[in-house]
């Protein structure tokens, strides 16, 4: 059963900093790693898709990785800034076209 | 101009009672989705629809019935409403079930249940 987990579980930082969320699955047999990004109140936002056989997808600051045979993605976002505050999700699609989420990361960005 | 829209966006109604949640998207989307978010904040699917037919049917109670009257539109019903029930249920929708399609999501429906 794929289990995807997602540290840390929350993370602090200046404005400016270069960070990295990191996300795991047990099961590498997977279609594509997708992260996602939560606004309180609000729904998920999709930020990156990377299909199985990539090995990573860049969008504006956010640079994802994957890493299959390790079981491993990571989310890097440059030069933080306050309005990137949010919970960001990593989410596995297995067999069957099945998402299946980590808890999130809470990300806070102070000014 | 609403991608994905679920309503209501709160309920509040007691154990026992029979409630809907209804979702409509305007992406043209072939595939919707729903989704249960419990306290811990865990996301799991309960259900998927592709052109109206149920593709995924995960091990969800049968109190649980969804309903799509066409692409657009992804209905929940839920009845004899228990207190495990509260959560956040997201509608999502795609392009197609496949793997190379992002989910679009709504902003959720907060199920409380007294």
């Known amino acids: 059963k794929q289990e995807v987990t997602q540290i840390p579980a929350a993370l602090s930082v200046p404005e400016g900093e270069n960070l990295v969320l990191n996300c795991s699955f047990t099961?590498?047999?997977?279609?594509?790693l997708q992260w996602f990004r939560q606004d309180p109140g609000k729904g998920l936002t999709s930020l990156l898709l990377?299909?199985?056989?990539?090995r990573e997808q860049t969008s504006g600051r956010l640079n994802a990785s994957l890493d299959k045979s390790s079981g491993r993605s990571t989310l890097y976002i440059a030069a933080s800034q306050p309005g990137d505050s949010a919970t960001y999700l990593c989410?596995?699609?297995?067999?069957?076209?099945?998402?299946?989420f980590g808890a999130g990361t809470i990300l806070r960005v102070k000014s | 101009d609403t991608a994905v829209s679920q309503t209501p966006k709160y309920l509040v109604t007691q154990m026992g009672n029979d409630k809907s949640i209804k979702c409509e998207q305007n992406?043209?989307?072939?595939?919707m989705y729903w989704y249960k978010q419990d306290s811990k904040k865990f996301l799991k699917i309960m259900f998927s629809?592709?052109?109206?037919?149920?593709?995924i049917n995960e091990t969800v109670p049968n109190r649980f019935s969804p309903k799509s009257p066409d692409k657009a539109h992804l209905n929940l019903h839920i009845n004899s409403l228990e207190l495990g029930d509260s959560a956040v249920y997201f509608c999502?929708?795609?392009?197609?079930?496949?793997?190379?399609?992002?989910?679009?999501f709504g902003d959720g429906t907060r199920l409380s249940i007294l």
């Open positions: 099961d590498s047999a997977i279609y594509n």
């Open positions: 990377i299909q199985s056989s990539q």
């Open positions: 999502a929708s795609s392009q197609d079930p496949g793997p190379r399609q992002p989910q679009h």
């Open positions: 629809y592709n052109n109206k037919e149920l593709i």
């Open positions: 992406l043209g989307h072939d595939t």
């Open positions: 989410a596995a699609m297995e067999y069957g076209n099945k998402l299946v």
